[in-house]
């Protein structure tokens, strides 16, 4: 019984080209209390591989986290079989703004600790007393609102790329580091401020808001499905847009383009750009932003010596990798002092309506 994927991302990418079958990418989460995480993952594993099911899926006591892609043709099967699970029944599915065949290229479901890295003790308050569920409509009345303070509760390589106008958006690098950040920056306003928050589907969000609402923030508001199903209510009801820029999603895809505008710059150059890269030197894989003619320059480098580096047979880099270990920044995401361009988002104050002093 097959219960781990066993084919490279390059066998599975010439798969995909043979099938000639369009993919959705979706996404989902809920909330919900696993008795044997392990043997639910290991039914969802074998289920979804006969779907065809490629994606990140994180299991554990507290519920569920899936970003994954299927042939649209196995949507509907995929959807009855969710309905089959009691606490996943009529879920609302997250549908990607852009469509890419090649979004997910292995089925990994992993059990965890949590489903979302929020460091949290969740025995010390009330999970389940979350904040007021908002759609797009009301969400674009209450950040219009000067009673409002609009949080960006993702991570700054994130809202770097595109935020809601307004938006304060925390120099962070992982959700759990904001929570503390933004309470205590924003404890002044805890009792006369609306406090309204997003992310990307809206499972942040979850959590965030029933901690605020335990720290003695009185109105607390989230994004119902976060910015993937405002656009999509946005399209559909012929909304306005209030969200610029792109939205950055954990997949191949990297983003969706939500607006036209550009807010962000390349991080070599300084020019207008807004579509991020990995580094090409396999020690350092750095995210960054890279406009094309850096990419050309650099050869798809963050810097001069990794592009060196990058320069050498494959056989010399291995060399010279062996017994280093990965430095502390491997795989980090637009933090690193070559970065000439790289804003600091610092004082998350900056774009608040309202004076600190006040």
């Known amino acids: 019984m097959q219960l781990y994927n066993k084919l490279s991302a ?18 989902f989460y809920q909330y919900a209390k696993i008795g044997n995480p392990q043997l639910f ?4 594993f074998i289920t979804w591989d006969a779907f065809g099911v ?21 949507f509907n099967e995929f959807k009855t079989h969710l309905d089959s699970i009691d606490f996943l029944k009529g879920i609302r599915l997250n549908i990607a703004v852009e469509q890419d065949n090649k979004s997910f290229l292995k089925l990994k479901v992993k059990v965890r600790k949590k489903i979302v890295a929020d460091g949290l003790n969740d025995n010390t308050f009330d999970v389940t007393n979350k904040g007021v569920h908002v759609g797009a409509n009301k969400f674009n009345e209450l950040i219009e609102d000067e009673n409002t303070v609009l949080v960006d509760m993702r991570n700054h390589y994130e809202s770097e790329i595109g935020h809601f106008k307004n938006a304060v958006t925390p120099d962070v690098d992982t959700f759990r580091e904001s929570l503390d950040i933004i309470e205590d920056d924003l404890k002044d306003y805890k009792e006369d401020k609306n406090l309204v928050m997003y992310c990307t589907g809206g499972i942040r969000c979850e959590k965030a808001s029933a901690y605020f609402k335990h720290k003695g923030f009185k109105n607390v508001y989230q994004l119902e499905g976060g910015i993937i199903e405002y656009t999509r209510q946005v399209n559909e009801e012929n909304l306005e847009n209030k969200f610029l820029g792109q939205n950055f999603v954990f997949d191949d895809r990297r983003a969706e383009r939500i607006s036209n505008d550009v807010i962000a710059n390349c991080h070599q150059c300084g020019n207008p750009f807004d579509v991020h890269t990995n580094c090409a030197n396999e020690a350092c894989h750095l995210l960054f932003i890279q406009c094309d003619d850096c990419k050309a320059e650099m050869d798809n480098c963050c810097s001069t010596n990794c592009k060196e580096i990058n320069a050498l047979p494959y056989e010399e880099q291995k060399e010279l990798r062996k017994g280093q270990g990965n430095s502390n920044d491997i795989f980090k995401k637009g933090r690193a002092d070559h970065l000439p361009y790289k804003k600091d988002l610092r004082n998350i104050f900056e774009t608040l309506k309202v004076d600190k002093s006040q």
């Open 10 to 27: 390059k066998e599975r990418a010439e798969l995909i080209d043979k099938a000639g079958k369009n993919r959705l990418t979706l996404s």
């Open 54 to 74: 490629l994606g990140r899926i994180y299991v554990a006591h507290e519920g569920i986290n899936g970003q994954l892609s299927l042939p649209a043709d196995r």
């Open 41 to 44: 993952r290991d039914h969802l």
